[in-house]
């Protein structure tokens, strides 16, 4: 588990020794609806760019105060040179401060090669599937431009199955924490799935494979607590310790909907003749998330669900300020969740986690479900 | 220079068209109120769809968020209040666009700023416009009347221009659009008049064509018409869907207009001295900024969210209508035509790059050189990033061109709650101050 958590601690080391020993290109992505098999399918290493909170304040200059912490965190880290190895970039149409923080990357950062995928946010609308597949086509042709290399079928067909078994090896992952005590932590759980944004799949599935084996031989803890769901926007390694400090408290998260958590691998791509229909076909039925549930609010029954299968007692609403997005699908969860007795607490902050203030907040969240 | 006196006094007059504008703008929601006696089906939404769609289906009323709320706000201060603090009762946070929590905390109050009740919405119709509250609000409009809701995704890209690309992205709305057509058929039980459609597509565009040579004539020095007056008519026939026929008439009389004050020199402010250019909105509770820019002689003649309405830039710089702009729709005869038709600015937007930030602040440049602005003023609003999003790149932009530009900020369609107006009027006195003006003294 250890190591997992080692890699996070310096998360830019492996990309680094990757390109050194490779000679390959490093291409940062910014939302996870970027494809990364076709990325992986050209010889490049895909890397999700994470985000830390701007505690300079860096990025005011090109984004405005309003924007959340996680964007303007994300461009703090390209202009404070944090991710100087990055040969290109790549997007796909999310929530507007997201790509907020892309366009000035874009304009301010220097990089080799730059790609925005169009992504639909209606993904209940056919024709729109149409147009995504045609996006991948665009984004082949740019990435076999880039790299020089011919993305053949041989080559999706191994992404396709390296990203399949590591999306497959989280589900184990996850499984194990549906049972009562389980055995894995949220933390090392989340550990898990963030070190596989930041290397080599083929890489990280050998110590997803060595880990699953050592938790099936671990002993089931005596009382892991109250059982806690973690929902909202992305805040990278802030959730990560954001979760940590929830389990020194007498509580477990048992499951989240993340977008850099469970949301980023639970869905796999599905076989078919026409590869890149496969990809986009997977990219479409991801579970919902805020910015891509326009129409049926499918992310409240997919969030209820899910909550009911893991037997949660307490949702954690964590939430940046100005997450637009998840801001506005707050009351229909809030009050799906009251329907269902599971109590929900509102974590709205500012990306900065004020240890004291959060522990004091969580400390009554879970005092109330205990009683 | 303490005190500063103009040198320059040109003859001004009211507009003539200016009660012909009000008593459209008037009737038009006038058919909202009525709409239960004459069984009209009242869309909320519809912002992407042209007036043209609504002849073709004269049983609905497509009334839009932004005008509404934006004359809500205008009419009063504690109304709009008593609605954002409704909105936010329901859970919603603060940083909602002004807009979206006006006309959504309105509906849950169920009162109408123009008194009675909040008129029921039938169908809801929304666009994402790549504006995160668009597509919200949609949902939120449809659960709450439990109204039938078609959405439409507007998608595009950063980058390289590419028609290919752009093609597919508009063969998707296209589809959309003619999709919405039968949803609405389905959903009122009226068959869709292609007919009428198609004519009063002709019409928008003509009535479009106009709009844009009343822009043109905002080149001119006097500006014959300053864009807070703009405001107040360039929604019509756009956002504001109101009759179509008379639309295109008050449009002829406002391009006539303002023709005739430009060869005649009548201007919009009398001691017009310094041109600027607006960003979007201003606070709509804070009108009276454009006339406080008046006391120095400052006045506003052009803004991004107007656009230049189809003018086509020139080798001089200027801007001015495409040879024979109304001939180019002529041809279309079927419902699919004028779809396609509708949606070429789409495409032609982003087969030019203009979804890129660079391309944005590199057409305001010319604007602004078209326009003879001396400086222009940049709001970024408190409430809703997608008026904004551009905006801080656009600033640096203008400073390194060394043009002045004063960023300052508001909630545009909010409550005037978290608005200070004198600190607001203090920043533009210094702004204007640093421009060497004071303001004018008779």
């Known amino acids: 588990m250890e190591r997992f958590q080692k890699l996070l601690e310096d998360p830019h080391k492996y990309a680094k020794e990757w390109k050194e020993k490779t000679g390959g290109k490093v291409m940062g992505y910014f939302c996870p609806y970027i494809p990364e098999e076709l990325v992986y399918a050209a010889g490049a290493l895909p890397v999700r760019v994470l985000s830390e909170p701007d505690a300079d304040g860096i990025s005011y200059r090109y984004l405005y105060a309003t924007f959340c912490p996680k964007s303007r965190g994300v461009l703090a880290q390209g202009l404070n040179g944090t991710y100087s190895y990055l040969d290109g970039i790549s997007h796909a149409q999310c929530c507007e401060g997201m790509s907020g923080a892309y366009s000035s990357w874009r304009l301010h950062i220097p990089h080799e090669h730059e790609w925005f995928v169009s992504m639909p946010s209606d993904l209940d609308n056919p024709w ?6 045609s996006e991948m086509s665009a984004l082949k042709k740019d990435l076999e431009k880039w790299t020089g290399k011919t993305i053949t079928e041989e080559a999706l067909d191994h992404a396709i199955e ?4 590591s999306r497959s090896l989280m589900r184990q992952v996850y499984e194990l924490r549906r049972a009562a005590n389980p055995k894995v932590t949220g933390a090392e759980a989340f550990e898990m799935v963030l070190s596989s944004q930041i290397m080599d799949k083929e890489e990280h599935n050998k110590l997803l494979k060595d880990a699953i084996s050592k938790l099936s031989g671990r002993e089931k803890r005596d009382d892991n607590g109250v059982r806690l769901m973690m929902l909202g926007s992305d805040c990278d390694f802030g959730d990560a310790t954001l979760t940590r400090l929830i389990e020194s408290m007498g509580a477990t998260i048992v499951i989240d909907r993340l977008c850099n ?5 639970w869905n796999n791509v599905i076989p078919q003749e026409d590869r890149l229909l496969a990809i986009t076909q997977r990219y479409w039925d991801k579970p919902r998330c805020a910015v891509k549930d326009e129409t049926f609010r499918r992310r409240v029954v997919d969030v209820i669900g899910l909550a009911i299968d893991y037997n949660v007692q307490g949702v ?3 939430v940046h300020r100005f997450c637009t997005p998840n801001h506005a699908d707050r009351p229909p969860i809030i009050e799906a969740l009251k329907k269902r007795f599971i109590h929900f607490h509102d974590l709205e902050h500012d990306g900065t ?12 969240f879970i005092d109330v479900i205990r009683k | 220079m303490l005190i500063q006196r103009p040198e320059k006094r040109w003859e001004t007059r009211p507009l003539e068209c200016w009660n012909k504008a009000k008593e459209l703008r008037k009737q038009f ?9 004459t069984n009209t089906f009242i869309i909320g939404g519809g912002d992407s769809l042209g007036m043209g769609m609504m002849v073709g289906m004269p049983v609905c009323h497509f009334i839009h968020p932004n005008p509404l709320a934006a004359e809500m706000v205008n009419a009063s201060d504690s109304f709009p209040r008593e609605c954002r603090a409704a909105f936010e009762a329901k859970g919603y946070g603060h940083d909602w666009c002004g807009y979206m929590a006006s006309y959504l905390g309105s509906m849950m109050l ?19 416009d790549l504006c995160n509250f668009f597509f919200k609000h949609g949902q939120l409009e449809s659960e709450y009347w439990d109204i039938p809701m078609h959405h439409e995704d507007s998608m595009t890209y950063y980058g390289e221009p590419d028609p290919e690309r752009a093609n597919a992205l508009v063969e998707c709305l296209v589809a959309q659009n003619l999709d919405l057509i039968e949803f609405l058929e389905k959903a009122t039980g009226k068959k869709f008049d292609d007919e009428a459609y198609v004519e009063s597509f002709k019409r928008g565009r003509r009535t479009g064509v106009l709009r844009a040579e009343v822009i043109e004539t905002l080149q001119n020095i006097p500006a014959p018409l300053d864009e807070k007056s703009g405001y107040s008519l360039f929604t019509l026939g756009g956002l504001v869907g109101s009759d179509p026929e008379q639309t295109e008439k008050l449009w002829e009389m406002i391009r006539d207009e303002m023709r005739w004050r430009a060869e005649n020199q009548i201007a919009a402010v009398a001691t017009e001295r310094y041109r600027f250019k607006d960003g979007f909105p201003p606070p709509w509770y804070c009108l009276n900024y454009y006339r406080y820019m008046e006391e120095y002689g400052a006045v506003c003649v052009s803004v991004n969210y107007g656009g230049t309405g189809g003018l086509e830039e020139q080798p001089d710089g200027s801007y001015k209508l495409p040879k024979n702009p109304v001939e180019r729709f002529e041809n279309i005869k079927t419902r699919e035509d004028a779809v396609r038709a509708q949606l070429s600015g789409w495409r032609n937007f982003m087969a030019g790059g203009l979804p890129n930030p660079e391309g944005n602040s590199e057409r305001l440049l010319k604007w602004i050189k078209a326009f003879k602005c001396d400086g222009v003023i940049l709001q970024l609003q408190r409430n809703g990033i997608g008026c904004v999003d551009k905006e801080r790149e656009e600033t640096i932009r203008m400073v390194e061109e060394g043009i002045p530009v004063m960023n300052w900020e508001t909630s545009h369609a909010g409550s005037r709650t978290d608005f200070d107006e004198n600190r607001m009027f203090d920043q533009l006195d210094t702004f204007m101050e640093s421009q060497g003006l004071r303001k004018l003294v008779d």
Do not use: H
């Open chain 1, 353 to 364: 986690f004020p240890m004291g203030d959060l522990q004091s907040r969580i400390e009554t």
């Open chain 1, 128 to 133: 729109a599937l149409t147009a995504l597949r």
């Open chain 1, 162 to 165: 390296v990203y399949n078994t």
């Open chain 1, 316 to 318: 954690i609403y964590n």
């Open chain 2, 29 to 37: 929601y006038q058919k909202e109120s009525t709409a239960k006696e």
């Open chain 1, 261 to 265: 958590g469970s949301n980023y691998f």
């Open chain 2, 110 to 128: 169920n009162r109408s700023f123009r008194g009675g009740e909040f008129p029921r919405r039938d169908i809801s119709v929304t666009g994402n």
